[in-house]
């Protein structure tokens, strides 16, 4: 059984940054598409990033263009997040998840197999 395991998040001012990274066990990471989501109580989750199992190719949402970073050590099972220049609206739980099938990653959760736990994001003005 695949587990997914984040860490990071916190509170940060408006312009700061964090670091959000989830750890994979119980699969064969390096074959995962891995993204992350992020989701407002009240709201719909929301797409935020992904990476090819390769990390050749990356996609981004439109609202985190140019400030985040998704990367991911495939000797480490780990993907991480890299939020710069964060934004209150950035604030939500943040999920990162895993899509067992190779190919180019995709923008909807029910493309992913596999979730973390979630870890809060909080972004103060």
């Known amino acids: 059984q695949v587990q997914l395991v984040e860490s990071g998040g916190g509170l940060v001012q408006a312009g700061g940054s964090l670091r959000d990274s989830c750890a994979a066990s119980?699969?064969?990471?390096?074959?995962?598409?891995m993204a992350w989501f992020r989701q407002v109580p009240g709201k719909e989750r929301e797409f935020v990033a992904a990476?090819?199992?390769?990390?050749?190719?990356?996609d981004y949402a439109d609202s985190v263009k140019g400030r985040f970073t998704i990367s991911r050590d495939n000797a480490k099972n780990t993907v991480y997040l890299q939020m710069n220049s964060l934004k209150p609206e950035d604030t939500a739980v943040y999920y990162c998840?895993?899509?067992?099938?190779?190919?180019?990653?995709?923008?909807?959760?029910?493309?992913?197999?596999?979730w973390g736990q979630g870890t809060q994001v909080t972004v103060s003005s």
């Open positions: 998840a895993a899509d067992r099938n190779l190919g180019s990653p995709g923008r909807l959760g029910e493309e992913y197999d596999y």
């Open positions: 119980g699969g064969t990471f390096s074959w995962f598409a």
């Open positions: 990476i090819r199992w390769s990390g050749t190719s990356t």
